[in-house]
């Protein structure tokens, strides 16, 4: 294939490797042209013999080379032109083969992965080799350790290949993942503490479908593809992970994982995985943010259905329910019912719905110590928490309303009420003792803020100091409040609810919590120039990052202090109030003295 001795010098210096195993199909390589030429006493001849022996071998295209000489065209661009060609052709069959429905069709290709083998070092051929690997369904064993063993190909190595050499290597496999799953937390946290703040825009108003179209989501299906066992070995590592970091987002995965699968109608995996068709019913309330009759009986029936010896399956199912999209529309349906239930007179124990989102939430939130005790029971549910806790609740509610009518009354007939400062016993201390009480009584801040109920959000504030395991203090609340607080802007400008919100709440754990710290910065960053200009003076006094404060928190500080100085130079522009569309309907409300105007 050479025209003059500078193209045959040019191939030796080619690096011997790319020729490996040629010797062993019987073609020569760049080592046997080199000796012949060392031992041959006429060279040209040696090299004419060489390319006869070495080229394509048709007849009739011996005559048609010398036009390619007369235009100038060197035999090394027209032979390499006819691989390409036939290169192209042969990786085309190979996929015609694999798709046929001949029973012979994986024999043939055995035989020509057998063949070609030999040449996957060549980077001419690798690619076909490679081709003939990814069709395969089941890889020879040697082949597999002998990709394994090399890093360059098995690097090149398609998916399909790598999913049989993972499914036998947990840690190798383990290796691929952990970078996915460090990267899938790294975003979930950067979402929390992002620098918009927003009650229409934050951490839940992605869909579900909308999270699973992420690229670490899309980048583990692929990896998994329709093998049952990879599959298992994700969710082992997640639950390892869940147990080590107690971290809420692995269990957000495990969900997304199973509902990428479900959406790609994966069925070998999706037919085997008990939590399937629970998983399904409540990605539709998730994206409904509301958990209707009809679903909460289908997951009733789930959850009922477990079968004794199967008990197992509640660990998978408490870790489902763990997921904070979970958790949070669990607790918006519980303030809803609660609104129906204010709506129509009714206690909560007489609500069968209720009953059962309280029962998720206790599931749910019994998830790490479920999977660590592996006691596969469900966590029994204190009745207290629907009997004491919610009516204390309610009659916050009732304290409200009171005082709002009392203000409407004429001059004549008010008294000297005031609006009350203290609470239940029994609610405070259920916020404290109990998980489940005090994921409600967080989310019935939030409500009262998307009121705009400045005075039963000075009340119950302080209240969140001392909370269930800190909750109140944990970045998912912290990131919601930031955002409803938004709608209290212009209350900024009073010392009094300045107090309440920073000094009363934020300001008693930032110093321990530098969480705390950053939300408090996100806060003032979006707000600051409807805080009193001397309240902010002293918060900036309080809030400067000591020295071995992480560089988020100091350039959050810095940028604060930016807008600052600018807003010195230039006034602040008038805002516009955001529209509001917060997903929770308004309910008609008897107007009697012992219920309260405002929706709870």
């Not at 990786?91 to 055995?110: F, N, S």
């Not at 560089?551 to 930016?562: A, F, W």
């Amino acid at each position: 294939t050479f025209t003059s001795p500078g193209d045959l010098e040019d191939a030796i210096r080619v690096p011997l490797k790319m020729f490996a195993g040629l010797p062993e199909l019987g073609i020569s390589n760049g080592e046997d042209l080199k000796e012949t030429l060392t031992n041959c006493t006429e060279p040209l001849k040696a090299i004419d013999q060489f390319q006869m022996e070495n080229g394509i071998l048709l007849p009739t295209l011996q005559s048609a080379l010398p036009f390619l000489d007369l235009h100038g065209t060197p035999r090394l661009e027209f032979h390499q032109s006819v691989f390409d060609e036939l290169r192209e052709k042969l990786m085309e069959r190979v996929a015609t083969i694999a798709e046929g429905k001949d029973e012979d069709r994986y024999v043939k290709l055995e035989e020509l992965l057998e063949k070609s083998f030999p040449l996957v070092k060549m980077p001419s051929i690798q690619p076909i080799v490679m081709q003939v690997l990814k069709h395969l369904p089941k890889v020879p064993e040697k082949k597999l350790k002998q990709v394994m063993a090399d890093k360059e190909l098995y690097k090149v190595c398609a998916v399909e290949v790598k999913r049989q050499i993972w499914q036998d290597n947990q840690a190798l496999f383990g290796d691929e993942v952990s970078p996915l799953l460090k990267q899938y937390i790294v975003e979930k946290e950067a979402a929390l503490f992002s620098s918009d703040l927003s009650i229409l825009h934050n951490f839940f108003s992605p869909s579900p479908k909308t999270r699973r179209q992420g690229e670490v989501v899309l980048k583990l299906t692929q990896m998994i593809g329709k093998n049952v066992k990879l599959y298992d070995m994700v969710l082992q590592f997640l639950r390892t992970l869940f147990l080590r970091t107690r971290n809420v987002h692995y269990c957000t995965l495990r969900a997304e994982l199973l509902m990428s699968l479900h959406d790609l109608d994966i069925s070998e995996i999706c037919s085997v995985d008990p939590c399937h068709k629970f998983s399904w019913c409540l990605d539709a309330c998730i994206r409904e943010k509301f958990v209707d009759a009809k679903r909460a009986r289908e997951l009733q029936g789930f959850l009922d259905g477990v079968k004794k010896g199967q008990e197992q399956v509640l660990g998978d199912l408490s870790m489902i329910l763990c997921d904070p999209f979970a958790c949070n529309t669990l607790v918006l349906s519980t303030v809803r019912n609660l609104q129906e239930l204010l709506s129509q007179d009714a206690l909560p124990r007489d609500s069968p719905e209720l009953l059962l989102l309280l029962r998720m939430l206790s599931l749910g939130q019994g998830a790490w110590d479920m999977i660590d005790s592996q006691v596969f029971k469900e966590p029994r549910m204190d009745l207290e928490v629907v009997t004491r806790f919610l009516p204390a609740m309610m009659s916050i509610v009732v304290d409200d309303y009171t005082f709002t009518v009392e203000q409407k009354l004429p001059s004549e007939e008010k008294t000297s009420l005031t609006y009350p400062t203290t609470l239940p016993e029994t609610f405070s201390r259920y916020i404290q003792e109990n998980r489940v009480a005090c994921e409600i009584g967080l989310y019935y801040v939030l409500h009262i803020a998307k009121q705009r109920n400045k005075n039963a959000l000075q009340r119950l504030l302080p209240a969140l100091v001392d909370t269930y395991n800190d909750m109140a203090f944990g970045d998912i609340f912290l990131h919601l409040l930031t955002g409803h607080l938004t709608l209290l802007s212009d209350e900024f400008g009073s010392e009094e609810f300045c107090t309440a919100v920073f000094d009363n709440f934020l300001l008693t754990s930032f110093s321990r919590s530098e969480n705390v710290h950053r939300h408090c910065l996100r806060l003032l960053n979006h707000l600051h120039q409807k805080v009193l200009v001397s309240y902010m003076e002293t918060l900036m006094k309080t809030l400067e990052p000591p020295k071995q404060s992480s560089e988020s928190v100091k350039e959050l500080y810095t940028l604060l202090k930016e807008k600052l100085e600018a807003s010195k130079k230039s006034p602040p522009e008038p805002e516009e109030a955001p529209s509001l569309d917060l997903g929770l309907h308004p309910v008609t409300v008897p107007s009697t003295p012992s219920t309260p105007t405002t929706p709870l």
